[in-house]
């Protein structure tokens, strides 16, 4: 068999170190009142990122949205293909709608006249957005997510805001037609979350936030029948919030997802609650956590120092009206303690955070955006530190890949008797679809027969350092 040679990026020598360093002279608009998403969307594997929202530094309001594109190295540039609309109170999601392999957008929010929109996009596979016309969405601002909802795979949509929620399904061809939402309660002022609470393999969904009738703020989770249908469930012990957000991961290892929530009570103080799924979608809170209590931010779980469990990164107002940033790092068992290093800067009103690997080395970079001390809009990108990248020369060649592209199989050849101890391959959002840990192995044949067609990364971990390249299944 003729074997093609294929050069691998090998970052070697790298170090643990958690600081991160702010960037400066970035192209970003400071914004409030936003959303920022993270996303590759002209398939080259590198993180793009969409970043909408309030700008009041001239003391005039201006709204922007807009779409920059990553060269690969982590320095971006604003995508001028397609103008969208300022957006504040904005929500922003991307996925494959059209079955094309390529990450389509919807962004909601509110537009400098204060009237309210939602506006559907396909990607041309290059980052190239045309808008979708004729749509029927007609709820206010507030949140809109894609997602599974009925498990024939491809993605539909979920809009809630102004105390209504709107459910469109999708025909698997990115045309959308709205089916009936009353199981669900409407909310305002709020957050969801679409998660498997109990291993079914669907997508069960917790909702918080102002219903603005005698209910009042609510915390209700619903369960997926795996149809799309969705019956709440009775008794849960989660609080009513405004100014909230949801996150889901298993942070203790155990196969199920757990939740990290905040917002404001009934009283107007701030919360921050952990709960711990028990594997079947029954909640407990965790008690005498060290998380701030936060609003008007969120909190996420994103694998910061890259020990393979999720970290915590939070952002918003305390109780004392100051503002707050903080990272969390997770022990494997579920037990946070909070970094001192790094000092990020506080932010609210609406502070948002977002973490991608935009540079390439496998860690992790932060952007948070919001309102800072002075009360200005701010868009900070920080830098993760944790691996210092430097390339052996030596190294570089000594993997040969083969076929690339392929159908079946993928060989895994090393000219210097390296060892891998796994391998990961990643789809262009960056998901890990497969993952295996190996036994120090030289050489190793990967199934791909179960890939869809399509454009992934493949990563290699050795003791010398990560090597990653594209590969290609046809």
Same mark, same amino acid.
Not at 307 to 331: A, E, Q
Not at 444 to 472: H, M, P
């Given at each position: ?15 643990f ?9 970035? $192209? &970003?608009d400071n ?9 590759? /969307? ?16 001239? !003391? =005039?309001?201006?709204?922007? =949205? ?23 109170? =904005? ?10 392999? +390529? ?21 041309d %596979?290059? %980052?190239n ?9 007609n709820i ?5 997510? &894609?997602?599974?909802? +009925? ?19 999708n ?9 009936s ?9 709020g ?11 669907d997508?069960?969904?917790l ?18 029948? !795996? ?14 919030l405004?100014? *909230?957000?949801?996150d ?7 196969? +199920? ?11 107007? #103080?701030?919360i ?5 799924n ?7 809170? /965790?008690?005498?956590? $060290? ?21 915590v ?7 004392? #009206? ?9 022990d ?9 290093i ?7 009103f ?8 935009? +540079?390439?080395? *496998? ?7 919001? =309102?800072?001390?002075?009360f200005?809009?701010?868009t900070?990108?920080? /830098?993760?530190?944790l691996?210092t ?13 083969? $076929?690339? $592209? ?9 000219q ?25 192995e ?6 791909i ?25 046809n």
């Amino acid at each position: 068999m003729k074997k093609a040679l294929l050069i691998l990026f090998l970052y070697s020598s790298f170090s643990f170190s958690q600081t991160f360093t702010l960037a400066t002279n970035t $192209p &970003f608009d400071n914004v409030t009142l936003g959303s920022v998403k993270f996303a590759d /969307v002209d398939g080259d594997l590198d993180n793009d990122v969409f970043i909408s929202g309030a700008d009041n530094t001239s !003391g =005039s309001t201006i709204l922007y =949205s807009k779409l920059y594109i990553n060269d690969g190295s982590g320095s971006f540039s604003e995508s001028t293909f397609t103008t969208f609309v300022g957006l504040d109170n =904005s929500s922003v999601d991307f996925e494959d709608i059209d079955g094309d392999t +390529d990450l389509d957008l919807i962004i909601n929010g509110r537009m400098a006249d204060n009237n309210p929109t939602t506006i559907l996009f396909t990607n041309d %596979g290059n %980052g190239n957005f045309t808008e979708v016309t004729g749509t029927t969405f007609n709820i206010g601002s507030g949140i809109v997510n &894609f997602e599974d909802i +009925d498990g024939d795979l491809d993605q539909d949509i979920l809009l809630v805001g102004d105390a209504i929620v709107q459910i469109y399904q999708n025909d698997g061809n990115g045309t959308f037609t709205e089916i009936s939402a009353n199981s669900i309660t409407g909310i305002d002022f709020g957050d969801f979350e679409f998660f498997d609470k109990d291993g079914d393999l669907d997508s069960d969904l917790l909702i918080i936030g102002e219903t603005y009738s005698a209910e009042g703020k609510i915390a209700k989770l619903y369960e997926n029948d !795996g149809n799309g249908n969705f019956s709440e469930v009775i008794g849960t012990s989660f609080s009513g919030l405004i100014f *909230s957000s949801i996150d889901s991961d298993d942070i203790d290892d155990d196969n +199920d997802l757990d939740l990290i929530i905040t917002g404001q009570l009934s009283s107007n #103080d701030p919360i921050t609650s952990l709960f711990i799924n028990d594997g079947n979608g029954n909640f407990s809170e /965790v008690l005498n956590t $060290p998380f701030e209590d936060v609003k008007l931010g969120e909190a996420i779980f994103a694998d910061i120092n890259d020990d393979n469990f999720p970290d915590v990164l939070l952002t918003g107002r305390l109780i004392n #009206d100051s503002k707050t940033t903080k990272l969390y790092l997770n022990d494997g068992s579920g037990n946070f303690t909070e970094a001192t290093i790094p000092t990020f800067e506080g932010l609210d009103f609406i502070s948002r955070i977002a973490a991608a690997d935009i +540079d390439g080395d *496998s860690d992790l970079e932060i952007i948070n955006i919001g =309102s800072n001390s002075s009360f200005t809009s701010t868009t900070n990108l920080y /830098v993760n530190n944790l691996y210092t990248l430097g390339i052996d020369d030596e190294s570089i060649n000594q993997f040969i890949i083969y $076929p690339n $592209p392929s159908t079946h199989i993928i060989n895994i050849e090393n000219q210097n008797n390296t060892h891998i101890s796994e391998f990961l391959i990643l789809d262009i959002k960056g998901r890990i679809i497969k993952q295996e840990k190996l036994n120090n192995e030289t050489f190793y044949k990967i199934d791909i027969n179960d890939l869809a067609q399509g454009t992934y990364l493949l990563e290699l971990k050795t003791i010398s350092g990560v090597f990653r390249k594209k590969i290609l299944k046809n």
